[in-house]
């Protein structure tokens, strides 16, 4: 079982508001990622990690940012909530040849 | 450009019936291959993967999966579906083992099983 865990699950918020989405790990994967998923869609990776201090944007385009300043912590950041960023958000870490998912933060922004 | 075509967005099987879900991919050099299962409410979870070596792999529940170069397919496959089965399935293709983590998902098939 994976020991990668997200929190809020689920969060509704006003536009305008700051929010933070929290990931940590408990398997010390120095590789960490951020991927969002729409309903029906597929999942686009926005950030990446590969350890501490070093963080990349991914193929999708986000207005989120990201920090990592402990290796089993990668928090992601949205500083004004818009309901374009309505959707789930889906943490992850891999070692050994293997992706590991937490259960997903689902964020709607009114 | 690297993509995933899952050509099938909905399929229904009767409990007991065989499954095989379809996937293509786009790459240019060797694929490194994932199927990955995603239940409601749930993260992702790896049902096999396709590095390298024998082109057929198993899977976790079952499940198994062929990698076929010259059709660019990565098909998964089960030959008795269970109830439990009824989930979201997402091919995703890497591009190294290096980068196991910067996956191109396709959109996903959603698994419907009939009693």
């Known amino acids: 079982e994976a020991d990668i865990y997200q929190t809020p699950r689920y969060l509704v918020i006003g536009t305008g508001k700051k929010i933070t989405l929290e990931c940590s790990q408990t398997?010390?994967?120095?590789?960490m990622y951020w991927y969002q998923q729409d309903p029906g869609m597929e999942l686009h990776l926005i950030h990446y990690?590969?350890?501490?201090?070093?963080?990349e944007k991914g193929d999708l385009s986000s207005e989120s940012t990201v920090s990592r300043i402990r290796t089993e912590h990668f928090p992601l950041t949205l500083e004004s909530a818009r309901p374009s960023h309505t959707s789930q958000y889906l943490c992850?870490?891999?070692?050994?040849?293997?992706?590991?998912f937490g259960e997903g933060s689902r964020l709607t922004v009114l | 450009a690297q993509s995933v075509t899952q050509p099938d967005i909905h399929i229904t099987v009767s409990e007991g019936a065989s499954l095989e879900l379809r996937c293509n991919y786009s790459?240019?050099?060797?694929?490194?291959l994932f199927w990955y299962v995603q239940s409601p409410g749930q993260g992702l979870q790896l049902l096999l993967k396709?590095?390298?070596?024998?082109?057929l792999v198993q899977g976790i529940k079952g499940f198994e999966a062929e990698f076929k170069r010259s059709q660019s397919s990565f098909n998964l496959r089960k030959p008795s579906v269970h109830w439990s089965d009824a989930a979201e399935y997402f091919c995703?293709?890497?591009?190294?083992?290096?980068?196991?983590?910067?996956?191109?998902f396709g959109q996903g098939t959603t698994l419907q099983v009939k009693p």
């Open positions: 992850a870490s891999s070692g050994l040849g293997e992706l590991f």
């Open positions: 398997m010390g994967h120095d590789k």
């Open positions: 990690s590969y350890g501490v201090n070093s963080t």
């Open positions: 790459y240019g050099a060797t694929p490194y």
């Open positions: 396709y590095f390298s070596g024998d082109t």
């Open positions: 995703a293709v890497g591009a190294g083992s290096s980068n196991t983590g910067k996956l191109i």
